[in-house]
Each structure stands twice: as C-alpha cells, then as structure tokens.
C-alpha cells in the first residue's frame, strides 16, 4: 500500500515525513523514481501530473489535489475517469488565505496604496480615514476560502458581500448569486477579492467589462488563479484610474516573465503564488483521513465534481 508523491517545486521530504508521522504503513513513492510497482500504488498526491501518468496505476482509489485549485490536475485529458479526484481542504491553508486577504482589504480600506504612490512623489497629503461598515468588498467566490475570508471580513466590520453559483447564508455577508447578479455585485464592490476555481465558466471574469461595472477608484486583489485575469484589461484600467490598486498573487505565466509590465506597474503589487502555501504536515493530517475514510469502504470528502470543473 502506498502513495505516489508528484510535484516538482514541493518540499517532498517534508511531505515524506508528514505521511510517515501520520500513516506509517503507507509507503512513500516519490515520482518518478520511486514508483516501482505501479499495482502497489493506491493513492496520488499530485500538483499537475504527467499527461496520462495516472493511468498506470491499476489499483488506484483516489487522486488528491496538492492545491485548493484542481485545474492543472484536471488538464490532463488523460485523467482516469473512475477514480475520485479530490482537493485540499485543510484548515491551515484556509488560516493562511484568510491572513493573506485581511491583510491586503486592510492595506487598501486605510488608502496605504495611495500613501505608497505618493512617497515616490514626495508628495505631503492626507486622506481621510473611512470607517470600516462604510467600505464594500466583495470576494469572487464563496466556498470554503471566500466563505472564510467573508466570514472573517464581516466579523472586523466590513460591508462585505459575496459571488457565488449558490445562496449563501453567511452571517454579516450579503449574498449574490449567477451569472446575472454578477453586474450588481460588481456596481456595490469597492475592494474585489477573487477566489473563484478557475473553469470554463469563470476563465477571464475579471475583463474589461467586469472592471467597468466596479466603481472609480476600486482595487482589485486576485489570489486565485492567473486565468481569471484578462491582464491587458487591468493595466488599462490602472492607466486610465478607473482602478487605483491591484495585489496580484497569481498569473497566466508563472513564475512572472521578467520583462512583464506588472513587475514595475506602480499600481501593482505582486506576490508570488504564496497566499496560501500548503502545510504538508497540517495537509497530510487532511488527506489521511480521507485514506483511512476510503480504506474503511466509505467515499472520500471534497471530491471535484469534474463537469463543473471544482
Ligand atoms: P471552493 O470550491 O470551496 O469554492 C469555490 C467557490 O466559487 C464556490 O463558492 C463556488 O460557488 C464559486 N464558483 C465556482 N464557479 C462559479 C461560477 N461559475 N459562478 C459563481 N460562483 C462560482 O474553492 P476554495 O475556496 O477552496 O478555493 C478557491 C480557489 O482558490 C482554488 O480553486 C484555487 O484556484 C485558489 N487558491 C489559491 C491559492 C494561492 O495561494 N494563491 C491557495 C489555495 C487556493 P458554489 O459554492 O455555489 O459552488
Ligand atoms: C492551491 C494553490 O490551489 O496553492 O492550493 O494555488
């Protein structure tokens, strides 16, 4: 019984002794050069898996997301389809996005950005300071890291509301649900936060058209993924003012080409895919319930529902 371990930039050590602490009669076979026999392999542990890799492994019951996000899992078109593919819920990685998104709606709410620009200009000018239940953000996304981030947002006393394809009864969170309240939740939002999946539905949402529909002066702070961002759009937007500010954690080419025009934008502030790094040893913890939920004969939690593509 064992479980194969495939990504090329994570600390596989770290995640090998996080697996032996947590399931050590779970044999650790890290890809490629461990696998052995491909009959003896019962679980994968991937980021974005060779194309049809996974179909070698005859006895596999479940393949688990080393993310959150699954699409550069789902992209293999080769993917067994009769095993359940199943994402990264762990209450470390949600801590972790919560901090990151507090953290960047504060920096925006107290006007640092402006602050920040006006430095540069030696330029002495004061903002007035907007209490908290009078600033509007809205997160893209309500499900278990914009539901948190939402939660958390409402809590410090923020007006926050929330897009999601269902209703959401969050206390302090106002709910905005499909395609057709995605124009009004835009018009209310002064601080966007995305946090959708990215899919087919929601590839590009942030355009030109989106980024209209928020009022003069908003931000916009994506930490999901580089897809959802039409990156021309922005940076005409930010030119033109329309937007004043954007954190960009996440982008279409990553890492971030050098000579791209984000690096030096003075409106934009990037970080480098580590809103929310995962934590092998809290996200064994996660994923090896899941394992002895399966070993037991019962279904996995957190499984992709892979026509709608999270
Ligand atoms: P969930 O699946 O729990 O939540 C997704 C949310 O998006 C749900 O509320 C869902 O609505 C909503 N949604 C999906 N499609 C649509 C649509 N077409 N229209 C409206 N709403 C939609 O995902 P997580 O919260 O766990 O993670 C979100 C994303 O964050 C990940 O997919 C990943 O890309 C990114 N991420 C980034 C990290 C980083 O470090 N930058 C770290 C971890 C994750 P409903 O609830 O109605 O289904
Ligand atoms: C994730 C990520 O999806 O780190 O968890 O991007």
Redo the contacts with the bound molecule.
């Keep these: 019984m064992a479980v194969l371990f495939s990504c090329s930039w994570a600390d596989h050590e770290a995640w090998r002794t996080a697996f032996a602490a947590e399931i050590p009669d779970l044999g650790f076979r890290l890809w490629p050069d461990e696998i052995g026999d491909p009959a003896e392999i019962d679980f994968a542990l991937v980021w974005a898996p060779k194309r049809g890799d996974l179909r070698r492994y005859e006895n596999l019951r479940a393949i688990f997301s080393l ?3 699954v ?1 550069h899992v789902l992209r293999d078109p080769d993917l067994p389809s009769e095993v359940p593919l199943v ?1 990264l ?1 762990d209450p470390v ?1 949600t801590r972790r ?1 919560t901090d990151y998104v507090a953290h960047w709606v504060m920096h925006y709410h107290r006007d640092f950005h402006r602050f920040a620009s006006q430095q540069r200009q030696a330029e002495w000018r004061e903002w007035p300071t907007r209490d908290r239940d009078t600033r509007a953000v809205g997160i893209l ?7 948190a981030a939402a939660r958390a947002l409402a809590r410090a006393g923020f007006r926050v509301a929330g ?4 209703a ?1 009864k969050i206390e302090g969170v106002e709910s905005f649900v ?1 395609a057709s309240a995605l124009h009004p939740f835009l018009a209310r939002t002064e601080i966007l936060v995305c ?5 087919a ?2 590839e590009g949402i942030i355009d030109a058209h989106a980024l209209s529909a928020l009022p003069e002066g908003a931000v916009v702070i994506n ?3 580089g897809g959802h961002l039409v990156e021309d759009d922005l940076l005409q937007a930010l030119d033109s003012g329309h937007i004043s500010g954007a954190t960009l ?2 982008f279409r080419i990553e890492p971030l080409p050098g000579d791209h025009p984000f690096w030096h934008h003075p409106a934009v502030t990037i970080t480098l ?5 995962n934590d092998p040893r809290s996200a064994a913890a996660s994923i090896a319930a899941n394992t002895r939920r399966i070993r037991s004969g019962h279904a996995p939690g957190h499984v992709v529902d892979r026509t709608r593509g ?1």
């Design positions: 993310g959150a996000g699409d994402r819920v990685l996005m996304g309500l499900g278990e890291l914009g539901g897009w999601s394809r269902s959401k499909g946090l959708l999946p990215l899919t539905n929601t930490a999901a993924r954690d996440v895919h580590v809103a929310a790094l999270y």
